[in-house]
């Protein structure tokens, strides 16, 4: 059985001070999606620019479907500038507003939505009303609701948050986030495991992932909790590495693998893609079929 996921978000440049990079964590969800012959769709906007046209380009050397990416008449294409710390951790200036503020709801986005097992979402997506009445609309028509909480100041608040966790069927959240969580929404656990059933309760989310760097990751389901001590690499930069561990966790959850398998195999590419400048370099064909 084929599955296929879309993803809605961001599609960007994350300018290094090096370089540019194609990245935006929806743009990049996808594209591992794709990468591990899961069918994936992308709704997004773009400027009418040059960068525009250089992102287009970029997907369709990957071979990736365009049709569902807009092309906005005013607003530019997105960048964002990255600046790495001493441990190569990522922080962004996000430019606004750019054209994936403006997503419009179509007939045919509606229909990819109606046809696919699961739609991903993300805070950032959210942060113009346009935008985000676009996710809202969309997720009526959703089998699945996959949110990527992806906090990024200060374009968030506790009541959209609230929101969009209560769209979720499936959560994947950092262990930065997860602190903003329980002091936003007066959780009151002391250990990982007690926070997620806390946070799955209250918002009746199914599956939790909450990933913890180089400390790996943990899934509660079901109220069970599967832990991962994660792959220890020599991290480059940690740009993308928690999208392709979301990637990759939403294609083996659709393949029906043991979590412990499930959450062996996304820690693996989440490392593999740190170990990487960028967001979304080439699978290392060994790494990839050692994890697949």
């Known amino acids: 059985m084929q599955h296929k996921v879309i993803t ?4 960007l440049w994350d300018v290094f001070p090096e370089g540019k990079k194609a990245g935006g964590s929806s743009m990049n969800v996808a594209l591992n999606l794709h990468k591990q012959n899961i069918e994936s769709n992308f709704i997004s906007a773009v400027g009418d620019d040059e960068n525009g046209n250089e992102l287009i380009a970029f997907l369709q050397s990957s071979q990736y479907p365009i049709h569902l990416i807009q092309a906005h008449p005013q607003l530019p294409t997105s960048t ?6 001493e441990q190569h951790q990522a922080t962004y200036t996000i ?20 046809s696919s097992d699961a739609l991903v979402y993300c805070s950032l997506t959210c942060r113009e009303e346009s935008s985000k009445n676009t996710v809202l609309s969309l997720l009526k028509y959703a089998k699945t609701k996959i949110f990527d909480i992806n906090l990024r100041k200060p374009f968030y608040s506790k009541e959209l948050i609230e929101e969009l966790l209560k769209q979720a069927n499936i959560l994947k959240i950092n262990e930065d986030e997860i602190l903003w969580v329980k002091e936003s929404f007066g959780l009151t656990g002391n250990s990982d495991e007690q926070l997620l059933k806390q946070l799955s309760n209250q918002f009746n989310i199914d599956i939790i992932c909450l990933t913890l760097g180089d400390k790996g990751a943990c899934v509660l389901k079901d109220g069970k909790l599967f832990k991962h001590r994660g792959y220890k690499v020599q991290v480059v930069d940690t740009v993308g590495a928690g999208d392709s561990f979301l990637a990759t966790f939403i294609a083996c959850y659709l393949q029906g693998y043991p979590m412990e398998r499930i959450l062996d195999y996304a820690c693996k590419v989440g490392a593999f893609v740190a170990s990487q400048p960028g967001a979304n370099p080439e699978y290392n064909k060994k790494i990839y079929q050692m994890a697949l």
């Not at 809605?8 to 599609?11: A, C, L, M, S, Y």
């Not at 964002?80 to 710390?85: F, I, R």
């Open 80 to 85: 964002v500038e990255v600046q790495l710390d």
């Open 95 to 114: 430019n606004e507003p750019v054209a994936w503020d403006d997503i419009k709801v179509n007939d045919a986005n509606i229909e990819a939505v109606k």
């Open 8 to 11: 809605i978000g961001e599609i």
